[in-house]
């Protein structure tokens, strides 16, 4: 069935520092990918919404500037965590719509130290 | 703007019984309703979705889930538990718009006593 790779799925970090998070589609095209944000015991919160080749959407309260989302083909989306703060640790998730059918990562724990 | 409420935080029940998650959800036109399950660090598992058509959905591994508009529920349920059930179980309603775009409840973690 249609897979999609998150990497890397644990990465600790300096307070700072940017972390890039990469979200592949392997065997469909998708149009649309979500990132999501999950603090421990808590729900997962949409982030953005991005689709290939334009501006990503973001919800309300999410920092553009801060959590920087790249499209650029149908298989990859990336999601920049820039100057991570301790306060940005949680566990990122991604999914990818295509083919009407919808797909989750495996999620990236970010820990800033 | 869509809502899920999952009013149980924490449910444990003995292997073998029957289980029944709750879920209300609140949207103005036809939701698309989902069921994740989430084992600890691990990403999301589709059990079953809702779109249109018949109201009681089956999904994966046992799991079924009904659809009642008049109480603006998608309760999930299995007749007999087993131990490897034992996660965190998600509700999820999609826009119409953009269905794929899920505001999720804030999960109802299942314990199962052997």
């Known amino acids: 069935g249609a897979v999609v790779s998150q990497h890397p799925s644990r990465v600790i970090c300096k307070s700072g520092t940017s972390v890039k998070i990469e979200c592949r589609s392997l065997d469909f095209q998708a149009t649309t990918m979500f990132w999501y944000r999950q603090f421990p015991k808590q729900s997962l919160m949409l982030m953005a919404t991005?689709?290939?080749?334009?501006?990503?959407?973001?919800e309300q309260g999410v920092e553009k500037d801060k959590f920087l989302i790249n499209h650029a083909s149908l298989t990859l989306s990336t999601l920049t965590v820039t100057s991570a703060h301790p306060e940005d640790s949680s566990f990122y998730i991604c999914s990818a719509n295509g083919n009407e059918k919808l797909f989750f990562g495996s999620g990236t724990q970010l820990s800033v130290l | 703007a869509q809502s899920v409420t999952q009013p149980d935080i924490h449910i444990t029940v003995s292997e073998g019984a029957s289980l029944e998650l709750r879920c209300n959800y609140s949207y103005g036109a036809t939701p698309y309703l989902f069921w994740y399950v989430q084992s600890p660090g691990q990403g999301l598992q589709l059990l079953l979705k809702y779109f249109s058509g018949d109201t009681l959905v089956q999904g994966i591994k046992g799991f079924e889930a009904e659809f009642k508009r008049s109480q603006s529920s998608f309760n999930l349920r299995k007749p007999s538990v087993h131990w490897s059930d034992a996660a965190e179980y998600f509700c999820?309603?999609?826009?119409?718009?953009?269905?794929?775009?899920?505001?999720f409840g804030k999960g109802t973690k299942l314990s199962v006593i052997p």
């Open positions: 991005s689709n290939e080749g334009s501006k990503a959407t973001y």
């Open positions: 999820a309603v999609g826009s119409g718009a953009g269905s794929y775009q899920l505001t």
